[in-house]
């Protein structure tokens, strides 16, 4: 039973451990996001002739999935450093998508995203400035 252990148990238990490891989400992934500065910000498209919108950042999360905003989906940090993360999300029966956002400064950001929406395919760019309070 000793060799058995030695042999079996304990390195699957080890391969568990490390893949459970992979999949959890450190608190720090969403820094970048946490990092900018609340209030009123104004994406402009990059290319293209679709007018310029505006949020009010609150819940810094929401840059992540603009397309499916107000939505409860699921999220997925790819990759995170000090200056961009890499989103992927789910929304259960209305879509996913990728997200990319590169920080500059605190109050300006660029923004690519595309996935599916309403069923239908979408694809963007943006940089989004910081205007004021909201």
Known sequence: MNNFFRL???P????????AASVAKPDSDL????SLDRGLWQLR???GSVPTAKICLGKSESLAQIQHG???????????TPNSLTVSYSCAGHGQGMTVIRKETNRIIHIQSQGIRNNAPF??????RRMGPC
Request: charged share 10%; hydrophobic share 50%.
């Open 8 to 10: 079996y148990a304990f």
């Open 12 to 19: 699957a238990a080890l391969l568990l451990s490390l893949a």
């Open 31 to 34: 820094a970048l996001l946490d």
């Open 45 to 47: 498209p990059t290319g």
């Open 70 to 80: 107000g939505l409860a989906c699921e999220q997925y940090v790819v990759r995170s």
């Open 123 to 128: 694809s963007f760019s943006a940089e989004g």
